[in-house]
């Protein structure tokens, strides 16, 4: 038998490090050539990283949300024949922790007990045995990946009771199922608070992966960027009645129109006009890129956070294409299939919260574009029309700017430009 030593490889982003974003094997685990075995999170996106060879893992060197500098040794695999480590070669050194910041000191907390794997009653015990409850102390902390939470929580399962067969019990979906199939998805133990009994405690949530770099990308942009919003209703009346029209008769291989393209084709049509608007700002160099094609970043909630992906050359397709694309770029963005290409070099961006977009928004710009627009939400109002009081189908647009690189009134005539086109919806098709 050998030892592989598998070091974390460059993801082609020329980037010094990488953060671990998720194991998917253990120590002990047997994997084979091509297996998925972790996570990597680069700026860009979450790399998947298959083994380059088949054999039992040894080793794993890092933890969920730490940073390892490319080609250290990521993870050792006991293999069958020489493997790539020298005869006598030393064991890989963790890549060094960073120095913390300052704190009280304070007595370290006792590492918690290694707990055997819970297996699921047969259905002839789960009465007489019902889930033990007490899976951890008072106070313990239930750890758990965000997706794991976040399935608990819409199951109604308090994950304090549920038992964690992952290292220091850590509770992965695996133990969420065998819960439930024993029995114990809503149940909690005798004594147990009542839904208006007073609550208590603190859960620590490390910020890593994906939140971690929406976090640092969020505070560069509001760091460096001088925002201005500048916020327009739009009374959408008659493109509701087109997209309702297109819908009810479009052939049976066309996706469903949303608001979105017509936004789109609005945007495309009138950006030309203003080329300091769609552009990227390159502030340590001190210049402005400003593009001819219209790569539209469509800002895209996931399981795991927000992501951008973009839609090539926007200005070449129609409203069909343009909703063909947001479909398939945002499927891809939430199964964490989109590639590095797909989540960058966006040029403007267009943020929509949905039924849940409000009234106004002053969303933040995703450097280094120069502006980003927003869609609130649709609703019907009364409004004045020639003197009569008409119900009218109004939505809100909220934009925000860079003011080193677009005036107000410049961003002001943008928005009404786009205003413009989408409140007469046959001009969006006319050259």
Same mark, same amino acid.
């Given at each position: 038998?050998g ?14 490090e990488?953060e ?5 094997v253990k ?14 999170m ?9 083994s380059?060879?088949s ?6 060197n890092? /933890?969920?949300? =730490?940073? %390892? ?9 006991e !293999?069958?024949g020489a493997?790539?480590? #020298?005869?006598?070669?030393a064991?890989?050194?963790?890549a ?8 009280v ?6 590492k ?7 297996a ?6 789960r /009465?007489?045995?019902?889930?033990a409850?007490?899976? %951890?102390?008072?106070?313990d902390k239930?750890l ?7 399935r608990?929580? @819409? ?5 304090q ?6 290292p ?6 695996a133990? $969420?199922?065998?819960?439930? &199939?024993?029995?114990?998805?809503t149940? *909690? ?12 405690g603190? =859960?620590?949530v ?6 971690r770099?929406?976090a =640092? *990308? ?7 960027i ?5 916020i327009e209703?739009v009374?959408?009346?008659a493109?509701?009645e087109?997209?309702q029209? $297109?819908?009810a008769t479009k *052939?049976a ?12 084709k ?8 203003y080329?300091? +608007?769609n &552009? %990227?700002?390159?502030?340590d160099?001190? +210049?402005?890129? %400003?593009?001819?094609?219209?790569q ?5 909630q996931?399981p795991? @956070? $927000? !992501? !951008?992906?973009?839609?090539?050359h926007?200005?070449?397709?129609? +409203? ?6 947001i479909?398939?770029l ?7 299939k ?10 403007i961006?267009?943020t929509s919260?949905?039924?849940?977009g ?7 710009i995703?450097?280094p574009e120069?502006?980003?627009?927003g869609?609130? #939400?649709?609703? =019907?109002?009364p409004?004045?029309?020639d003197?009569? +009081?008409?119900i ?28 413009g086109?989408l409140e007469q919806?046959?001009t969006l098709f006319?050259?």
């Amino acid at each position: 038998m050998g030892q592989y030593f598998f070091k974390l490889p460059d993801v082609g982003e020329g980037t010094a490090e990488a953060e671990i974003a998720a194991w998917h094997v253990k120590v002990g685990d047997l994997v084979k050539e091509d297996q998925h075995l972790v996570d990597i999170m680069t700026d860009k996106a979450v790399v998947e990283i298959p083994s380059p060879v088949s054999g039992k893992i040894t080793a794993l060197n890092g /933890e969920a949300g =730490e940073m %390892r500098p490319v080609g250290s040794v990521l993870i050792e695999i006991e !293999v069958d024949g020489a493997g790539n480590a #020298k005869p006598g070669a030393a064991k890989p050194v963790p890549a060094p922790a960073p120095t913390p910041a300052p704190v009280v000191a304070k007595a370290p907390e006792p590492k918690p007990e290694p707990r055997p794997a819970v297996a699921a009653p047969t259905p002839v015990a789960r /009465e007489a045995a019902k889930p033990a409850f007490a899976t %951890r102390d008072a106070g313990d902390k239930p750890l758990a990946p965000p997706a794991v939470r976040k399935r608990a929580w @819409g199951l109604g399962i308090d994950l304090q009771f549920v038992p964690g067969t992952g290292p220091a019990g850590r509770i992965g979906h695996a133990d $969420l199922d065998a819960f439930v &199939a024993s029995g114990g998805s809503t149940a *909690k133990p005798a004594g147990a608070p009542t839904r208006d009994a007073k609550r208590e405690g603190v =859960e620590e949530v490390k910020v890593i992966g994906l939140r971690r770099k929406i976090a =640092e *990308k969020m505070q560069e942009a509001k760091r460096r960027i001088p925002h201005f919003s500048y916020i327009e209703e739009v009374d959408v009346t008659a493109l509701e009645e087109l997209r309702q029209h $297109l819908n009810a008769t479009k *052939k049976a291989d066309r996706p469903k129109l949303t608001i979105l393209p017509f936004l789109i084709k609005a945007m495309t049509k009138a950006l030309p006009d203003y080329p300091q +608007i769609n &552009a %990227r700002y390159d502030d340590d160099a001190g +210049i402005v890129h %400003r593009h001819a094609g219209v790569q539209m970043g469509i800002a895209t909630q996931t399981p795991t @956070g $927000l !992501v !951008v992906p973009v839609i090539a050359h926007a200005e070449a397709l129609d +409203i069909w294409g343009a909703a063909s694309e947001i479909a398939r770029l945002a499927a891809a963005a939430r199964d964490g299939k989109a590639t590095r290409e797909e989540l960058s070099g966006s040029t403007i961006t267009i943020t929509s919260l949905g039924a849940m977009g409000g009234l106004a928004s002053t969303p933040v710009i995703n450097r280094p574009e120069v502006a980003i627009v927003g869609v609130n #939400k649709m609703i =019907e109002r009364p409004v004045v029309r020639d003197g009569q +009081i008409v119900i009218r189908k109004i939505m809100n647009l909220s934009a925000s700017f860079d003011h080193r690189v677009v005036d107000g009134w410049d961003a002001a005539e943008f928005i009404q430009r786009i205003r413009g086109l989408l409140e007469q919806p046959a001009t969006l098709f006319m050259d």
